[in-house]
């Protein structure tokens, strides 16, 4: 569909955009596997593994609390753990990519107000992100921190998705499996 010239121009457009992407958070996130010119290649791996040793915020709470800016959370763990790896392609464009990266660098303030005992380790927005709409719409409010900083990041979310279930204990259901098939005999022909 896009042809060979297409496809190269897709890739330089990918690579160019993962590059400012690491340039725009370096300075806020460690950035993993730079070459030695310092640029990376098609994806930005961020390092929080120093974050969560200094702080307590980890991995987890960074991509749930990316959910209350209105992005869905990059890939975890992988290729490293405890890292998160943005993989913009060549569709994003500036302003997404603008919009990106000031929700990383807002919410690496978050993660100092953290660090300095301004916010809690247990109770703090990127503890207890996502926030859902029946959370910030309660008529209590019992956490160290406004609903307007829970709900409205940085003040400039005006769209988002509202998750319908807050922070869940991602691992339980691998622990825990429950098979709800049937058994394999009632698949058998008769």
């Known amino acids: 569909m896009m042809g060979p010239e ?7 457009i990918a690579i160019l955009n993962a590059n400012y992407v690491a340039r725009r958070l370096e300075g806020a996130f460690p950035v ?14 961020l390092d929080l593994r120093p974050i969560t040793k200094e702080t ?7 991509a749930k609390r990316l959910i209350d800016y209105g992005f869905h959370a990059p890939t975890m763990s992988f290729p490293v753990a405890g890292t998160l790896m943005f993989e913009s392609t060549e569709s994003e ?20 107000l953290v660090a300095s005992g301004h916010w809690p380790a247990e109770d703090n927005p990127l503890h207890n992100a996502p926030h ?16 307007e900083v829970a709900g409205w990041p940085a003040g400039h979310v005006v769209a988002r998705y509202w998750p319908p279930v807050s922070r869940i204990d991602g691992a339980y259901g691998d622990r825990n499996v429950v098979c709800s098939c049937p058994p394999i005999e009632a698949f058998a022909e008769n």
């Open 132 to 147: 859902t709409a029946a959370d910030l719409t309660s008529n209590t409010w019992e956490h160290a921190y406004p609903r």
């Open 6 to 12: 297409g496809l190269e121009r897709a890739t330089h």
């Open 56 to 62: 307590g915020v980890t991995v987890d709470d960074v």
């Open 93 to 112: 464009g500036l302003t997404e990519l603008d919009r990106f990266c000031d929700a990383m660098l807002s919410i690496r303030r978050e993660i100092d």
């Open 32 to 45: 993993l596997y730079t070459g030695r010119d310092g640029l990376v290649a098609h994806e930005c791996i």
